[in-house]
């Protein structure tokens, strides 16, 4: 499952969160994060950073390491809570909430994700040659020229 979601996100752009120390990394070959800014090396296009999940509101320490493609550097995320009250570990978690995120961490990896703006209808965004006829657009162009 997780080289799946991985070739995705090489493919498409993306970003990945799995527990700190996975061996989904390794067994990748993925970068290791080196604590909360993110890093990049010359072998892979993805870049890494590790954050804590109680930063952003889960009640315990979930050391974290994070995965992002796509087309600009991310920005470094910042959580919203004082981890400091949080409990030690994810041991400490009920079963059944080990694999959940936190909503304010969903939304800051969504809107790390989200796509560029959409083109508006009728936007052409192809470049013109530099010798198009005065008062002509491509349309009228290519009728001309058949």
């Known amino acids: 499952m997780f080289a799946s979601a991985l070739a995705a996100v090489r493919c498409f752009g993306g970003v990945l969160e799995h527990p700190r120390y996975s061996a989904a990394w390794a067994t990748f070959g993925l970068p290791r994060p080196v604590g909360p800014t993110w890093q990049r090396n010359l072998f892979d296009e993805g870049w890494v950073c590790e954050i804590d999940q109680a930063e952003w509101g889960l009640v315990a320490h ?81 009728a001309q020229a058949r």
């Open 62 to 142: 979930k050391p974290t390491w994070l995965y992002y493609v796509g087309p600009k550097v991310p920005p470094v995320l910042v959580g919203t809570h004082d981890a400091s009250a949080a409990r030690p570990g994810p041991k400490d978690l009920h079963s059944g909430h080990r694999h959940l995120t936190p909503p304010a961490l969903r939304d800051a990896l969504l809107d790390l994700v989200k796509p560029n703006p959409p083109r508006t209808r009728g936007q052409d965004l192809t470049p013109e040659p530099a010798t198009r006829p005065a008062g002509t657009s491509s349309p009228e162009r290519e």
